[in-house]
């Protein structure tokens, strides 16, 4: 049986948890890939930072040397809102299991997301972890509160929460971004 994670989210930038998230799934013997998946534009947002490409790009980079993990660039080609749902159908074109990957800050807006009883039957929800938000008891859990903030990294970028393998990349990019907003 073939089974996919997908993982998918801003990564605006990405960071240490996320990396962490990848390192756990690597772990579960009954997911065959790891499928991470960058917005064009998080549906329940208006804006980003980093443009789709580059944090693509960024991705790539970060996950090019591991053979357990793809990055799929489907969303961000669709050059606009994607709901969950749409890149879920895409996969399951490939795939016999789904396995979606939230973090446990989704839970309160879950019941919000397109289509999210057809989606919840499309798929095996694996919740992470975070800021100690309890998981109900029938989500598979993945243990990991790592407190990082995407939105606080960007106004204040430490190397020591971004991969080390694009750190300065992605350091680099913020910097110049904010020294523009301001």
């Known amino acids: 049986m073939k089974s996919v994670a997908l993982y ?3 990564f605006d930038p990405p960071h240490i948890g996320h990396e962490a998230v990848i390192l756990e799934l690597k772990k579960l013997d009954f997911i065959d890939t ?3 998946m960058p917005t064009f534009l998080n549906p329940f947002k208006e804006n980003f930072s980093a443009p789709a490409e580059l944090r ?8 090019n040397e591991d053979q357990k993990v ?10 606009r809102k994607v709901p969950t749902i749409e890149s879920v159908t895409m ?24 289509q999210f009883e057809k989606l919840q ?10 800021d100690g938000i309890s998981v109900p008891k029938n989500f598979f859990t993945i243990e990991l509160d790592i ?8 106004d204040h970028i430490e190397l020591s ?21 301001n």
Do not use: C
């Not at 039957?121 to 975070?130: H, N, Q």
């Open 8 to 10: 998918g989210g801003s």
């Open 34 to 36: 790891i499928v991470v």
């Open 56 to 63: 693509l790009q960024w991705l790539r980079e970060l996950f």
């Open 70 to 79: 793809e990055i799929s660039d489907f969303e961000v080609t669709q050059n």
């Open 91 to 114: 996969l399951r074109k490939r795939y016999e299991k789904v396995y979606l990957v939230i973090g446990a800050d989704n839970l309160k807006k879950l019941k919000e997301w397109h």
């Open 121 to 130: 039957d499309m798929v095996t929800f694996i919740l992470v972890t975070r």
């Open 147 to 154: 407190a990082i903030s995407s939105s606080q990294l960007r």
């Open 161 to 181: 929460k971004l991969p080390k393998k694009i750190a300065k990349k992605i350091a680099h990019y913020y910097k110049e971004h904010n020294a523009k907003k």
